[in-house]
Nanobody
Framework: QVQLVESGGGLVQAGGSLRLSCAAS????????MGWFRQAPGKEREFVAA???????TYYADSVKGRFTISRYNPKNTYLQMNSLKAEDTAVYYC???????????????????WGKGTLVTVSS
């Protein structure tokens, strides 16, 4: 069974950086797209970034472009480098996976079918 485990969250001051990691198991993941989503207190879950390993393409939410970078050095490990963090980046960050490698920007879940339990990022202002 697919398992996604996030790590790397924590408390950071505004302007600082954090790197989140997602370790995937249960499949080969070479034909999966991987993504990051977040949910702030009292708000809906929102897309942050995604990567399609097979297609070699990446996607970012406008709110994080130029500050966050998604990377995958192998199919099973996905990272989210977050720089210039702002108080509004405070949220629980979730790793997600989409079988078939297709990212679907027209869907709220971007085609993701598997989800981790999340890691909390708190940015103090």
């Amino acid at each position: 069974q697919v398992q996604l485990v996030e790590s790397g969250g924590g408390l950071v001051q505004a302007g600082g950086s954090l790197r989140l990691s997602c370790a995937a198991s249960g499949r080969t993941f070479s034909n999966y797209a991987m993504g990051w989503f977040r949910q702030a207190p009292g708000k809906e879950r929102e897309f942050v970034a995604a990567n399609s390993w097979s297609a070699g393409s990446t996607y970012y939410a406008d709110s994080v472009k130029g500050r966050f970078t998604i990377s995958r050095y192998n199919p099973k490990n996905t990272y989210l480098q977050m720089n210039s963090l702002k108080a509004e980046d405070t949220a629980v960050y979730y790793c997600a996976a989409a079988p078939g490698g297709t990212v679907v920007p027209g869907r709220l879940d971007y085609g993701m079918e598997y989800w981790g339990k999340g890691t909390l990022v708190t940015v103090s202002s």
